[in-house]
């Protein structure tokens, strides 16, 4: 045998052995991670009973209402979907163990406090990003700028205060922002004036700058 290939077969090798216990870690955490989620939200409504984990077999959670698998065959969560179940709290910090996820839509429920400045630590690769229709509160955290894959960022009514981060600019990515309808002041950041409609920005009666105005400052 020659050398090369002995040297192919012993990387390969590692990395045959490794690859299923990754994809099993990798599974094991999105299981705890909804389990975390359930523990961590109020359901009234009882969405979320159906969210078992008796069945431990590759791929029950990808039935779950509210949850897609990037495989139904796999426990890895592509997208968290719980628009309007009626679910109340905070955002749950085991979310951390969901990284693969590209969607978290929790929005139209009783949600409220801050968006955690780690968000886009515990869900890197985010591409859809909905928290609208709640009652989340405090300044938007310049750390979104962190989840540079996002397409849509909603945030639109809810109680957001502060000034818009001049960091979201960053996110070249974004194709749709809606930020209406909150407590947000101060001047628009210019570049996200320039780029999207006054829509993403009414109902903040504190904001100035374009869209929504010629300029700053007093009349």
Not at 28 to 52: F, Y
Request: hydrophobic share 35%; glycine share 10%; charged share 15%.
């Amino acid at each position: 045998m020659s050398p090369l290939l002995l040297l192919l077969l012993a990387l390969a090798i590692p990395l045959a052995l490794a690859t299923p216990g990754s994809a099993s870690g990798i599974q094991e955490d999105d299981v705890r991670c909804l389990r975390g989620v359930k523990s961590g939200l109020k359901d009234p409504d009882g969405r979320l009973s159906s969210w078992t984990f008796g069945n431990t077999s590759s791929g029950a959670v990808c039935d779950f209402p509210g949850i897609t698998c990037w495989n139904p065959q796999e426990s890895r969560v592509l997208g968290l979907s719980l628009a309007g179940f009626g679910v109340q709290g905070t955002v749950p910090s085991a979310l951390k163990y969901c990284r693969s996820t590209n969607i978290l839509d929790l929005s139209k429920n009783a949600l409220e406090g801050p968006i955690p400045p780690a968000l886009c630590d515990w869900l890197p690769y985010l591409v859809v990003l909905d928290l609208s229709g709640n009652r989340f509160s405090g300044p938007l955290p310049s750390e979104l700028a962190n989840c540079r894959y996002l397409n849509s960022l909603k945030l639109s009514h809810n109680n957001f205060s502060g000034q818009i981060p001049a960091s979201l600019s960053r996110l070249e990515r974004l194709k749709t922002l809606d930020l209406s309808e909150n407590r947000l002041d101060g001047q628009i950041p210019p570049q996200l004036g320039a780029t999207f409609p006054k829509e993403s920005f009414s109902g903040n009666p504190g904001l100035c700058g374009r869209p929504v105005s010629s300029y700053c400052g007093r009349d």
